[in-house]
């Protein structure tokens, strides 16, 4: 099984930054696919950025130019850097892990258990 935690959150000022980091066990996370998703109390759950095996990324239209994905797999480690934060950042961001069987079925799919960002005006 894999098991994913992610640290970081906290509470920053409007305009400010932080970076999350989420740490996966195993041996796989060089071939997964990792999400960061975030849910803002009473919303559903959105998915923010994405960084395939290959490091390709994409982001949702409400953090593009504002947040980077990246991911460092000597380290098992995929960071959400987020900078001129808004007061609608505020959520509980989630990690995903996603690796697939060479046929395309899903082998490992785990979610950590959040950490809370909070922007204050």
């Known amino acids: 099984q894999v098991q994913v935690v992610e640290s970081g959150g906290g509470l920053v000022q409007a305009g400010g930054s932080l970076r999350l980091s989420c740490a996966a066990s195993?041996?796989?996370?060089?071939?997964?696919?990792m999400d960061w998703y975030r849910q803002a109390p009473g919303k559903q759950r959105e998915l923010v950025a994405t960084i395939t095996s290959g490091g390709s990324t994409s982001y949702a239209d409400a953090v593009k130019g504002r947040f980077i994905i990246s991911r460092d797999n000597t380290k098992n480690t995929v960071y959400l850097q987020m900078t001129s934060l808004k007061q609608e950042d505020t959520a509980v961001y989630h990690c995903n892990f996603r690796s697939f069987f060479t046929g395309g079925s899903v082998q490992y799919d785990a979610w950590g258990q959040g950490t809370q960002v909070t922007v204050s005006s």
């Open positions: 195993g041996s796989t996370f060089r071939f997964a696919t």
